[in-house]
C-alpha cells in the first residue's frame, strides 16, 4: 500500500542552524507530494507542495524537490527560527475514484532553541 | 473569510457511547474530509465526501460514519466508543475531490473514558 516514512523526532537545532527531515514514499500511482506544519494547539497547515517528479515547493525559507528515482522529499532550510518549532509532516496525495487521498507520515517534532 | 470550523474543540466519553463530530468548511468548498490522529501519530483517512456523496473510505470499523448536507457541512458519526477511539478528529475541506488543496480545521479532541 501506500505509504510515507520520514524519521522520528524530535530534533533539536540551534536558531540559525540548518534543518533537514528526511522523507520518503511507497506508492502505487504518481502522487503529489506535501509538507505539512502542525503548531501546538493548532490544525495543519500546508507548507509547500509538489505535484510532479524534480519540480521544488518552496514557503517561507523551507523547500522540498519531488525526487522520483530516490522516492524522496526531503524538507530543507538554511537558517531555522525559534517560530519554526512545530511538528512537520510528510504526505503523499492519490487520486482514487475522483477524490485524493492523503496519507500522512509519523510527523517529525522540531525545536529550535535560542 | 472563516475557516474550516470544527464542534465541538473538546470532548469526553464514556465507553459504549456515541459521538457526534461536526465541521463546516470554508464557503465554496464542496469536499470534505476526516482524519483520525492518535497521540503521537500522523493523522489517518476516514472519509472524504463530495457533493454529499461519499467518494472514499479508509480502513476504519462500520462504527464510523459520516454524512454531508446541502450547505456542505459534514458529520462523523461513531458509535460504541472505544478506549483506542481517543484521537484528535481533524476536518479538511477542498474545493473539489481531486488535485486541489485540502485546508484543515483545528480539530476535535476526544477522550473516551
Not at chain 1, 522520483?68 to 511538528?87: I, M, R, Y
Not at chain 2, 457526534?20 to 493523522?43: A, D
Not at chain 2, 454529499?52 to 473510505?57: F, H, P, Q
Request: glycine residues 12%; charged residues 15%.
Amino acid at each position: 500500500g501506500d505509504s510515507v516514512t520520514q524519521m522520528e523526532g524530535p530534533v533539536t537545532l540551534s536558531e540559525e542552524a540548518f534543518l533537514t527531515i528526511n522523507c520518503t514514499y511507497t506508492a502505487t500511482g504518481y502522487p503529489s507530494l506535501f509538507w505539512y506544519v502542525q503548531y501546538p494547539g493548532e490544525g495543519l497547515q500546508l507548507l509547500l507542495k509538489a505535484t510532479k517528479a524534480d519540480d521544488k515547493g518552496s514557503n517561507k525559507g523551507f523547500e522540498a524537490t519531488y525526487r522520483k528515482e530516490t522516492t524522496s522529499f526531503h524538507l530543507e532550510k538554511g537558517s531555522v527560527q525559534v517560530s519554526d518549532s512545530a511538528v512537520y509532516f510528510c504526505a503523499l496525495g492519490l487520486n482514487s475514484g475522483g477524490y485524493q487521498k492523503v496519507t500522512f507520515g509519523i510527523g517529525t517534532k522540531l525545536q529550535v532553541i535560542p | 473569510d472563516a475557516g474550516v470550523t470544527q464542534s465541538p474543540t473538546h470532548l469526553i466519553k464514556t465507553r459504549g457511547q456515541h459521538v457526534t463530530l461536526r465541521c463546516s468548511p470554508i464557503s465554496g468548498h464542496k469536499s470534505v474530509s476526516w482524519y483520525q490522529q492518535v497521540l503521537g501519530q500522523g493523522p489517518q483517512f476516514i472519509f472524504q465526501y463530495y457533493e454529499k456523496e461519499e467518494r472514499g473510505r479508509g480502513n476504519f470499523p462500520d462504527r464510523f460514519s459520516a454524512r454531508q448536507f446541502p450547505n456542505y457541512s459534514s458529520e462523523l458519526n461513531v458509535n460504541a466508543l472505544l478506549l483506542g477511539d481517543s484521537a484528535l478528529y481533524l476536518c479538511a475541506s477542498s474545493l473539489s475531490g481531486g488535485k486541489t488543496e485540502a485546508f484543515f480545521g483545528q480539530g476535535t479532541r476526544l477522550t473516551v473514558v
